[in-house]
């Protein structure tokens, strides 16, 4: 049974408490690796590896950070199918989705290393009478906390431009998945990247995560993961006045207006609903139908749903994996009951179930909803399920007014071929991420976040490298 240890100044070693948990591989409900049950004290060691490699990581030149970085990307793309199958076994998720998102997490890493190579400071005249320039310089040792859904590829997300800007990183992946982080410390040591500028602690979010959090000398903390843990973390982080970017939780609107192009429209909405098991942040959770194709669209979407394969995650034909964890198995199905006391009627799915050969995984059919007020606890809550509910609706006001009657503005999508109409609504909605005609499609250059509780600040691009930047004025007289 594989051991999944710390990555702490260039070494792979073993938590100091010597204590382990246990992996589950969410297909099986079978324990299939153990993980290293870190601490307060591995953090302070990793800190103590990190303040002494970052100085020089940041004076390395951008050539020599852009050479590893890529290195380490060109050794993710190497080992694809040995990542994927690590993070199917570990996440639940089918192994083609797995695949795609390897080759993304080794984009994040080359996109950012291309990063560090263009990175250039500002200069503003003023007047006759001086000069400025602003120097974004690092801002030293960060810290960065990610979620389970998308492991690598989120992981990947956060610490690359981190290491661009030439900070030292102290990572902490899901205790859930974090089979690959492990990968991929191993790959970071054959690409040579210099002993503490990236060190990797496992374990339980409330210890490990929250020393990261509460470590004086970790100046920064960027966060994926859910809105409540978020608020916790600012709530520690604020009154040590430490930089934080929240990427948090989403309650998604996909609209398809009575003019939209409905085959595109529902070939795509199979996947905003059910992609990875509905366990995307992006994914749309609050289907609206215009009334006047309301029956076909929903007719047409139910027929497209059951032909999904549910099953064995390695198997090429499945669609639909399983849930990541026990507790998350039952908190999804624990809000398909709720929808059911909120007055919702099920119109396909709704339970759990139990593959050939996959008796004890953790399994939920995708499951669409219709009947629900747009107020309600199912229709206000992240689920992060493969858990839809659908409704109709008549006026473009009255849409976007619903659409927007949510504490959450992480992503919205609309379908329609009117691009006045399009325009008009996508200034109006208040997310992050307006998708007209498509869904995630990523352009990594965009700026990424979500508005009210889905977060604080953005992500992607210059948006993350100047997070990972504190910006200096130099002004000098003429
Ligand atoms: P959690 O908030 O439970 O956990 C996220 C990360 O934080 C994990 O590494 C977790 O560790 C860690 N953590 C947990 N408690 C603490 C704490 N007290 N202090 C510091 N760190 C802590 O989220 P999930 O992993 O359940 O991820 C799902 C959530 O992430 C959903 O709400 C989803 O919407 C959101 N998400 C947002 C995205 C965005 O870009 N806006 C993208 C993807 C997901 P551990 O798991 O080991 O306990």
Redesign the pocket.
């Known amino acids: 049974m594989i051991t999944i240890q710390n990555y702490i100044n260039g070494e792979i070693v073993n938590a100091q408490s010597n204590e382990y948990l246990d992996n589950y591989n969410p297909s099986t409900g079978q324990v299939y690796s153990k993980i290293a049950n870190s601490d307060h004290v591995d953090v302070d060691a990793a800190f103590q590896a990190a303040i002494i490699a970052q100085p020089q990581w940041e004076n390395t030149s951008a050539e020599d950070r852009f050479r590893v970085m890529n290195k380490i990307a060109e050794l993710i793309e190497e080992r694809l199918d040995e990542f994927a199958k690590a993070e199917t076994l570990d996440q639940g998720k089918p192994y083609w989705l797995a695949k795609n998102e390897m080759r993304r997490a080794a984009q994040n890493m080359r996109f950012f290393a291309t990063a560090a190579m263009q990175f250039a400071s500002e200069s503003h005249a003023t007047e006759n009478k001086a000069i400025n320039y602003t120097l974004r310089q690092a801002i030293g040792v960060v810290g960065c906390?990610?979620?389970?859904?998308?492991p690598l590829y989120?992981f990947t997300w956060k610490i690359a431009p981190a290491l661009a800007a030439g900070n030292a990183v102290i990572a902490?992946?899901?205790?859930?998945t974090p089979m690959t982080s492990y990968l991929f410390s191993k790959i970071c040591i054959e690409a040579g990247l210099p002993n503490g500028v990236l060190n990797i602690i496992h374990?339980?979010?409330?210890k490990?995560?929250?020393a990261?959090?509460e470590h004086k000398g970790i100046k920064a903390i960027s966060?994926?993961?859910?809105?409540?843990?978020?608020a916790?973390?600012a709530s520690i982080a604020a009154p040590k006045f430490k930089k934080l970017s929240l990427?948090?939780?989403?309650k998604n609107p996909n609209i398809i207006f009575g003019d939209a192009d409905i085959d595109k429209a529902i070939k795509t909405t199979v996947n905003t609903s059910f992609m990875n098991q509905g366990e995307?942040?992006?994914c749309g959770s609050r289907l609206y139908i215009h009334s006047s194709i309301y029956e076909q669209v929903k007719e047409r979407l139910i027929e497209a749903v059951k032909a999904l394969k549910i099953g064995d995650p390695l198997d090429d034909s499945t669609r639909i994996g399983a849930i990541v964890s026990k507790q998350?198995f039952e908190k999804v199905l624990g809000y398909i009951e709720l929808a059911k006391q909120e007055g919702g009627k099920i119109l396909l799915g709704g339970e759990a179930i139990k593959p050939d050969g996959f008796e004890n995984g953790w399994f939920i059919q995708p499951t669409l909803i219709e009947g629900l007020d747009s107020m309600c606890r199912t229709n206000q809550e992240?689920i992060?399920g493969p858990v839809i509910s659908i409704s109709p609706f008549d006026y473009t006001d009255e849409i976007i007014e619903i659409a927007n009657g949510t504490e959450y503005g992480?992503a919205a999508t609309i379908w329609t071929e009117n691009l006045t109409l399009a325009h008009r609504v996508a200034q109006r909605l208040q997310f992050g991420i307006v998708w007209v005609n498509c869904w995630l499609l990523r352009d990594l250059r965009t700026p990424?976040?979500?508005m009210k509780n889905?977060?604080v600040g953005r992500e992607g691009g210059w948006e993350a490298m100047r997070f990972f930047t504190e910006p200096k004025n130099v002004c000098i007289a003429l």
């Open positions: 906390i990610s979620p389970w859904n998308l989120l902490k992946p899901s205790e859930f374990g339980l979010g409330p490990v995560g929250q990261i959090v966060f994926t993961g859910g809105t409540v843990t978020g916790s973390i990427e948090l939780g989403g995307i942040c992006l998350h992240e992060f992480l990424f976040g979500g889905s977060g």
